[in-house]
């Protein structure tokens, strides 16, 4: 048997318990890097992902493509960050600087999430739904099988029913027509579960959204638990995500 | 290269048609068919091939009418554009073969989203009871597969009717995705328009960012710098590199050998990487903007040669262990045959085209950016049409793919010049500019007024090649489909909108 002799070497990832070079190092969002502010900078913006109010300008990664347009514009205001612990627990925990409330929410929220996952945490079940992505999420997700990601060693896994899985893994804009099969899906979970939104479209409708056919990401959908931005969220991100969901990493 | 402009050719409705069929029977390619709404009248334009180029026909119909002599009833590649027309304008051809929903299944009085016109469109609320079902014969049933399938996919549905065992016929259905993308891009500025041409088909972002820039480029009267050309060629050949080995890694997987989508996914991966590398997106996005490319590549083009030198080595290890697993090309072989005649009818596009019989390849018979200037380097066509013909083919196409960076890198090491992009002055206009995506040519018939779009109609190949899974599957069984499925290599967000 040939095969056999393939993959003698190890090629996957210590990541989180050892530090990743790639994962720490991948320009996984953009930042402000200081705190002037002009009106400019949100015009440059074609998903309205940069805020400007109160002489300080936030990036909203929930909106953000990662088009690098504001880099351009204004290379010293900001820049790609390198590292991809970006995922979530609160929606406005994305914003960038972040806001001053968002702070005790997260905790409380944190807490919530901690009690329902708590018999999920050495080992979950993901059931993924398309609801209008534009393909490259899917592959991000599959990546994480890969030897690479490998997440099997982590005692994730995928399954084909929604019967079986403990999260819901969700990527796509939010499309009229997946509405329906998006709650059928959700329903047929046992509880508890937990929602992922994966990616900028899921969140909020990225660039896709506003058309006749789409909801501006599935929050107004399902209830959603953990925000992974990026367009599309890179596997490590979504690693990062999963784990946070069952309380294995920190935000 | 690429002509400076679009030809763009008027006529009555039924000269329209006697002109379509007189360049197709005459061996061009009827490459696709949209429409623009106008108010009072629909504008309907069909894309066919001519030398180098891709010309527009056009023909108008009153609102008020709203029917016209139906194209597929004459040309059955357009029955599929046709249908999609009707969902999105309410436009009736008379006479088509089976007018059911496509895109967007709406109950008869429903404001449509009507590409083109000014006033927006309003949500829609699907209705799936206003597509007939099929089921035609005794013992017959249907095995819904999908919306949401087993697995990581897009959604899409899949309706297979089956006595028990074998497949005489699947119902394709995509509105579930339908994003509306079209008419999103009206109104937006060509720059941000580029953008949302990466997200038409996810996996293919540097083609579609291609094909669309090179419209703008057109409308503008601009040609990039040549540094931002050859890297063009080195991005859209390492996207095709990429998708070929999803396909091998999904063939592999349908025939369950896991050490195999292991090896696949692996040198996927690495390919991504490499991409990131080189754009800071592993999927090359952000980069290609019209008039040349957005930001400096981060890695030499001799370093990027290496890097991957070094994983194309790996793969051929693995190609040349996959394709002497006899279990694994027992169920490719005669899988899925698309006959050559079909393909030819039909015009199929890219790997799957030239896996049966058809030579036709953006890259090299419309050259464009590097491909232009770089010598022809296309695979060999083959008329088997099996999985195992279509899988072959993708090899061939990363073997060369390899070739043709290395190449381009060899140029780029050449050039002295710094520049990267040209500046594109705000333009108005209609052009049509393509590119060779992994699937098959893109199109995307642009039209602007004082720089922002008015509108823009990608054609995937995706949507193109799709309807062809209606005739593959004589012969074949369940156990068949995935392979099916996997060797056409399309994407469902590229066909579905």
């Known amino acids: ?251 | 290269m690429i002509g400076s402009h679009t030809t763009i050719e008027t006529y009555d409705v039924l000269s329209w048609r006697k002109e379509i069929c007189a360049r197709v029977g005459a061996g061009r390619r009827f490459a696709g068919l949209f429409a623009t709404v106008d108010d009072p009248v629909v504008r309907l334009s069909a894309l066919v091939t001519a030398d180098c180029d891709i010309d527009v026909l056009d023909t108008t119909v009153p609102l008020e009418v709203s029917q016209y002599p139906s194209l597929a009833s004459v040309l059955p590649s357009a029955a599929w554009y046709e249908r999609e027309i009707h969902d999105t304008t309410g436009l009736v051809p008379v006479g088509h073969p089976r007018l059911d929903p496509l895109v967007l299944p709406l109950p008869g009085d429903a404001r449509r989203p009507m590409p083109g016109s000014k006033t927006p469109a309003p949500s829609v609320d699907l209705d799936e009871s206003t597509i007939p079902p099929r089921v035609l014969g005794h013992g017959i049933f249907t095995i819904p597969h999908g919306p949401v399938r087993s697995g990581v996919f897009e959604s899409v549905e899949y309706l297979v009717e089956t006595p028990g065992e074998d497949i005489p016929y699947v119902g394709i259905r995509v509105y579930a995705k339908h994003r509306g993308i079209e008419k999103r891009f009206e109104g937006l500025t060509t720059q941000e328009g580029v953008l949302l041409a990466e997200r038409v088909e996810g996996v293919a972002s540097v083609a579609h960012a291609l094909a669309f820039s090179h419209a703008v480029e057109k409308l503008a009267d601009i040609t990039p710098p040549p540094r931002a050309q050859y890297w063009r060629v080195i991005l859209a050949e390492l996207e095709r590199i990429a998708n070929h080995l999803d396909v091998a890694m999904k063939c592999a997987d349908a025939a369950g050998l896991a050490v195999a989508v292991a090896r696949f996914g692996y040198h996927k991966e690495n390919i991504l990487r490499l991409v990131g590398a080189v754009t800071g997106s592993r999927f090359g996005r952000g980069i290609v903007v019209p008039g040349g490319l957005a930001r400096e590549i981060a890695v030499e083009p001799g370093e990027l040669a290496t890097r991957l030198t070094e994983i194309i080595g790996h793969v051929r290890a693995d190609v040349e262990l996959l394709m002497s697993t006899s279990s694994f090309l027992d169920r490719l072989r005669t899988t899925g045959p698309l006959d050559p005649t079909l393909a030819r009818v039909h015009g199929a596009l890219g790997p799957v085209g030239r896996a049966s019989g058809l030579d036709d390849d953006a890259r090299w018979f419309r050259p464009y950016d590097g491909y232009a200037k770089l010598p022809p380097l296309p695979a060999p066509s083959s008329a088997v049409g099996d999985a195992l013909a279509r899988l072959q083919m993708r090899w061939a196409e990363i073997w060369n793919a390899a070739e043709l960076i290395r190449r381009a890198a060899d140029v780029l090491e050449e050039i002295r010049s710094e520049v990267l992009c040209t500046d594109v002055a705000d333009c108005g206009g209609r052009a049509v500019g393509w590119a060779e995506a992994p699937q098959g040519e893109v199109l995307y018939a642009v039209e602007c007024e004082d720089g922002r779009i008015r509108r823009c109609k990608p054609r995937s190949a995706s949507f193109h090649n799709l309807v062809l899974f209606h005739d593959v599957f004589r012969g074949d069984i369940f156990t068949d489909f995935p392979f099916i499925e996997a060797s056409f290599g399309l994407s469902i967000a590229g066909a579905a909108g």
Not at chain 1, 146 to 151: A, K, L, M, S
Not at chain 1, 222 to 230: A, F, H, I, L, R
């Open chain 1, 1 to 251: 048997m040939p095969w056999i002799s393939r993959g003698a070497r190890v090629v996957t990832t210590r990541w989180p318990r050892r530090a990743d070079q790639y994962a720490d190092r991948f320009p996984a969002t953009v930042s402000p890097t200081s705190a002037f502010a002009s009106p400019e900078m949100a015009e440059v913006c074609p998903t309205g992902a940069i805020r400007v109010d109160d002489d300080q300008v936030r990036v909203d990664r929930g909106r953000c493509i990662l088009c690098g347009r504001c880099v351009r514009h204004f290379p010293r205001h900001f820049r790609f960050t390198p590292g991809s612990e970006i995922a979530r627990l609160a929606r406005d925990a994305l914003v960038v600087p972040e806001l001053d409330k968002t702070d005790g929410a997260v905790r409380a929220v944190r807490d919530e999430l901690s009690a329902r996952t708590r018999a999920l945490r050495r080992s979950v079940h993901i059931r993924h739904i398309d609801v209008g992505s534009d393909g490259a999420d899917e592959w991000e997700v599959l990546a994480l099988l890969n030897p690479i990601y490998d997440v099997h060693r982590l005692g994730i896994f995928f399954t084909a029913s929604p019967r079986h899985a403990d999260i819901l893994l969700v990527t796509g804009v939010g499309t009229r027509g997946m509405r329906e099969p998006l709650a059928r899906t959700l329903d047929a979970l046992p509880r508890p579960c937990v929602v992922i939104a994966a990616g900028t479209d899921a969140i909020s409708g990225g660039l896709v959204h506003p058309t006749y056919a789409t909801h501006g990401g599935i929050a107004d959908l399902v209830p959603v638990d953990v925000w992974v931005p990026g367009s599309p969220p890179t596997p490590f991100s979504l690693l990062h995500g999963i784990l946070l969901a069952i309380g294995r990493m920190s935000s």
